[in-house]
């Protein structure tokens, strides 16, 4: 039991002292300013895409009206918006492919930490476990060392001979 809290005051104190430094990506701001630039990208896109609508909408009701000029633009506009959903869709793709090659290279880069740290606590917990069984040793030496010289003792004092002292009284 006392070489468990010992042991445990020793993690503790590696822990506080060696590992006190909270995993941060360098690339990290990088990554958050691509994202915001991907995003106002998409908001952009997306009301370039409702203007386009609107356009259609009105070239749609032109055309009803049957003015020939407002069918082919008609045409053209959902050719343009059909070019936007396209370039969109593509860029998603691509931003979605470099996020997650970019995140499968920083989980490698937590797992090979977490591996270095776990392989120093079994280092730690070996060599505690090593000192534990070198005191469980010497313990059991010093118990055994003790034990034989009792025994010794004992034989030395019941091989002695008893000696009787007299004492004489002067009156």
């Not at 996020?99 to 730690?124: C, F, T, W």
Request: include cysteine; proline fraction near 1%; charge should be positive.
């Amino acid at each position: 039991m006392k070489f468990r809290k010992e042991s445990r005051e020793i993690l503790r104190n590696h822990l506080r002292f060696n590992c006190k430094v909270v995993y941060r990506p360098e690339n990290l701001d990088d990554l958050n300013d691509r994202t915001k630039k991907h995003m106002d990208d998409r908001e952009k896109t997306k009301k370039q895409m409702d203007d386009l609508e609107e356009k259609l909408r009105q070239a749609e009701e032109r055309a009803k009206n049957g003015d020939e000029d407002a069918k082919k633009r008609q045409k053209e506009l959902e050719e343009m918006l059909k070019n936007l959903v396209n370039q969109q869709a593509e860029r998603e793709e691509k931003v979605a492919k470099i996020m997650a090659e970019q995140m499968s290279s920083k989980l490698n880069e937590v797992k090979e930490g977490y591996s270095k740290v776990l392989d120093e606590l079994k280092g730690s917990m070996n060599y505690l476990i090593n000192e534990s069984n070198k005191k469980d040793k010497r313990y059991d030496d010093l118990l055994k060392n003790q034990q034989k010289n009792h025994e010794d003792h004992v034989k030395q004092m019941s091989e002695m001979k008893p000696e009787i002292h007299y004492v004489c009284k002067v009156m």
